[in-house]
């Protein structure tokens, strides 16, 4: 793992820029992309640059169950907004959330990634160490599942919803196998909310209990951090 501490987050989101862009200067085609605060920086970077994307993929890692694409808390409509309306792809995909048979859905998208193996993948973290929607304790053997949110998630996203009781339960997400097959990935992890996780990522032992430690195994990992997150370590 390549950890890189910066003064704030600001900095850290342009170094992210400038890794992506190079990977795309070296031939990366195919991004893999998160939602959340932490790559929002990166988005803004990205839709004010002269970047082209209309030859290259995107596949976004995890959408809400029961959320439509036109829902303003669903992770479609958050990519639409912050990116690809501004910076369009030759492709998008993303988990449908309305999908009616999960099982179908998960195939579906299972076979979406094996068609596009990712080069670049954006990561943020949970407070409870999770990315994507692995929750801890999920095998870091599955590939694409229909997951409940850890209570812990429900509360951290509550903020977008008008109660707690309006955050979907479930979510679907890649699985850490197929996050760990993308050739390159950059985590990006700030405020002080991250410390303790990003201390477990880092320092702990690769455990499903904190599934971002798995990322210890990969070998071409560069984590972004702030002062803020990075103050643990
Ligand atoms: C959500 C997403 C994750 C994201 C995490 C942290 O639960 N599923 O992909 O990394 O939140 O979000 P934020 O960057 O807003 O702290």
Do not use: C, W
């Amino acid at each position: 793992m390549d950890i890189k501490i910066f003064q704030s987050a600001q900095e850290a989101t342009e170094e992210a820029f400038r890794l992506l862009a190079a990977a795309k200067e070296d031939g990366a085609t195919t991004f893999g992309l998160a939602t959340g605060s932490s790559p929002e920086g990166l988005y803004e970077l990205l839709r004010a640059s002269d970047l082209d994307f209309t030859d290259a993929y995107a596949l976004n890692l995890d959408e809400y169950r029961g959320l439509p694409a036109d829902h303003e808390q669903s992770y479609a409509y958050f990519m639409q907004d912050k990116l690809f309306k501004a910076k369009p792809f030759k492709e998008t995909f993303i988990p449908n959330g309305m999908a009616e048979d999960p099982e179908e859905e998960v195939a579906r998208y299972d076979q979406v990634i094996k068609n596009h193996p990712i080069d670049f993948q954006i990561l943020g973290i949970g407070p409870n160490g999770h990315i994507g929607f692995n929750e801890p304790g999920t095998s870091f053997e599955v590939t694409t599942h229909l997951t409940d949110l850890a209570p812990a998630t429900i509360q951290a996203n509550q903020r977008f919803f008008e109660s707690e009781a309006d955050v979907p339960k479930q979510a679907y997400t890649m699985g850490i196998a197929s996050i760990l097959n993308s050739k390159q990935i950059v985590l990006m992890a700030f405020g002080e909310a991250k410390a303790q996780a990003v201390k477990g990522m880092i320092e702990g032992s690769v455990t499903e209990a904190l599934p971002a430690s798995v990322l210890q195994t990969h070998e071409n990992v560069t984590v972004l951090l702030d002062q803020d997150s990075a103050s643990l370590l």
